[in-house]
């Protein structure tokens, strides 16, 4: 468990962890792995060269082979769902909480919620520029943050790295 001691200071933002996203594969159900990805193409003498087009999302599952390539970049909104272009799929760590639906995005977003919503003192995060109403911290649902659900949240993240124990 994290320590409630902890203090979190650094600015966070929900898309330093896109690059690596569990969600449901729209296929089979199972843990499927989206994210930024460059797209390469081959030249006509054989080399392989990152592709001249921008940085574009792709989704994969392992489980039974299924691939979405788009050049958008992935999207995740409130109600814990990715979106790619016109693909949209739910993220795979989700449970129920506090009549709401808790998410994390993947393994590094998980440890930090759970560090954020364990730590005693959360002081307000700023940018080089002086905005605090950036970062991830500032963006997160009231009934995550509020004193009396703090142990129904630290339990549902605690399924939610169960479930993630799953798949790794």
């Known amino acids: 468990m994290a320590d409630q001691n902890a203090s979190i ?15 449901r594969c729209p296929r089979c ?7 930024l990805h460059e797209p390469e193409v081959r030249s006509p003498h054989g080399h392989t060269e990152a592709a001249a ?3 574009g999302s792709r989704l ?14 992935p999207t995740v909104d409130a109600h814990g769902c990715l979106t790619i272009g016109s693909l949209r799929v739910p ?19 998980l440890d930090w919620l759970q560090r954020y919503v364990a730590a005693a003192l959360r002081p307000r995060s700023m940018t080089e520029s002086g905005r605090s109403n950036t970062s ?17 949240v630290i339990g549902s ?12």
């Open 9 to 23: 200071e650094i600015p966070v933002y929900l898309a330093d962890f896109l690059d690596r996203v569990l969600v």
């Open 53 to 55: 087009i921008t940085r």
């Open 91 to 109: 993220l795979f760590l989700r449970t129920p909480c506090c009549g709401e639906t808790l998410w994390a995005i993947n393994e590094e977003h």
């Open 29 to 35: 159900g199972g843990a499927a792995r989206a994210g």
């Open 136 to 152: 991830l911290q500032s963006r997160l649902p009231r009934w995550i943050v509020v004193a009396k659900n703090r142990d129904e």
């Open 157 to 168: 993240l605690a399924r939610l790295r169960e479930l993630l124990g799953q798949v790794l």
């Open 60 to 73: 994969t599952c392992g489980g039974c082979g299924y691939v979405h390539e788009e050049a958008a970049r």
